[in-house]
């Protein structure tokens, strides 16, 4: 049996914020775009949440909700810095960890747990050495699976500490709402609750054949963690050659508003696809198609890695407004970014517990 634990910060970017900042520290911020623009929430601070205020709002909504909400711009370069900061501490407690994005991992424990030592201690110590070193809280879970710790993190947040037993995991996934399943978006949800399935327990209790006819392969796969079966092992490395999106125009277009609209909505969703795998990478590519079906590619190397979705439109950006001529038609336009950062080869390992 194995011991993983899945640590997550507390409002991210608006924690790292008020970190910096005293002055707004107990307040409601609101990390992400300008009001004016067409800017969103990236986080909100735990006080900011109280007025309702969430990640992906547009931040003029948000600041309708509160008006004395402190608005930040994103510093990325920091927040890289204290990322790399507590995926070091992470990778002190055991080699294997798997970062899913900047502000959260998995890690597997199993070595360190011990009959003087269980999950509960461990994670408790883990919470308590990342707070001394970087004056930032993390929630964790701590489970058997990779699953049932994300969602135990997830509970009882900000500074949330959630251990779910070996054996109990069924009776503590049944009340929760099946949208906290892995996998399952606000799509699949809308789709599973128009079926009278709320919760992960009324998820569980229909038969393999309903559930795969209904959502197919992924059907009865969704039951499985539903009942705490997931075996993924946490994996140190993941082999990813591009990360990519792309859009066939419903009617071709050569309006640049138009077209650098598009690159902002797939390098948000090109960006989004790296923050989950935890990657940056150096070549941003844009696939261009004309009318004629002429398919070309334009790419430039930066001098940094990039994953932030401002970075990767801005570069693409540029690649765009050079193939741009009055009269020249696309039907089809494409980001992507590969030469990934490679992750560093975890150092020797100490054998010792941060914080004992
Ligand atoms: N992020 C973003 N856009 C989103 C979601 C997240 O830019 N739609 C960024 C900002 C977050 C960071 O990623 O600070 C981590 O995402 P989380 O989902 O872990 O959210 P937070 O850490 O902000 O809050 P929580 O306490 O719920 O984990
Ligand atoms: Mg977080
Ligand atoms: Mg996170």
């Not at 107990?26 to 205020?53: C, L």
């Not at 090109?270 to 261009?288: C, E, S, W």
């Amino acid at each position: 049996m194995r011991h993983i634990l899945h640590a997550d910060f507390d409002a991210f970017y608006a924690s790292v914020e008020q970190l910096d900042n005293p002055a707004i520290r107990g307040k409601p911020v609101v990390v992400g775009g300008s009001p004016e623009g067409r800017g969103v929430v990236a986080s909100a601070s735990y006080e900011a949440r109280k007025y309702g205020i969430r990640s992906a709002m547009p931040m003029r909504t948000a600041l309708q909700r509160c008006p004395h909400a402190i608005q930040v711009n994103s510093n990325f370069t920091r927040y890289r810095e204290v990322s790399r900061k507590v995926m070091d501490i992470f990778r002190e407690l055991t080699p294997t960890i798997e970062p899913l994005s900047m502000d959260e991992a998995y890690l597997d424990v199993t070595e360190r747990v011990s009959a003087r030592h269980d999950a509960r201690e461990i994670a408790y110590r883990l919470k308590r050495h990342v707070k001394a070193e970087l004056g930032l809280t993390i929630s964790v879970g701590a489970a058997a699976s990779k699953s049932v710790a994300k969602i135990a993190s997830d509970l009882e947040k900000p500074d949330g500490l959630t251990v779910v037993e070996p054996g109990a995991e069924r009776a503590f996934l049944a009340p929760l709402s099946v949208g906290r399943l892995w996998g399952v978006g606000p799509k699949t949800e809308q789709r599973l609750r128009a079926e009278g399935i709320e919760t992960i327990g009324d998820l569980t209790e229909r038969s393999d054949d309903w559930l795969k006819k209904m959502f197919g392969r992924n059907g009865p796969y969704m039951k499985k963690l539903g009942l705490g079966e997931d075996d993924r092992p946490v994996q140190t490395h993941r082999g990813s050659k591009s990360v990519s999106a792309e859009t066939t125009l419903r009617q071709d277009t050569g309006d640049p508003e138009a077209l650098e609209e598009l690159v902002n909505r797939l390098s948000h969703r090109v960006a989004r696809d790296l923050d989950r795998k935890g990657i940056q990478g150096y070549t941003v590519k844009l696939k261009l198609r004309l009318s004629d079906f002429t398919t070309f590619t334009r790419q430039v190397t930066l001098p940094e890695p990039v994953s932030a979705s401002e970075q990767i439109a801005e570069a693409a950006g540029v690649l765009l407004i050079a193939e741009l001529e009055p009269g020249r038609m696309f039907r089809l336009v494409g980001v992507g970014l590969s030469g990934f950062a490679s992750e560093e080869e975890p150092e020797v390992i100490q054998p010792r517990l941060p914080g004992f």
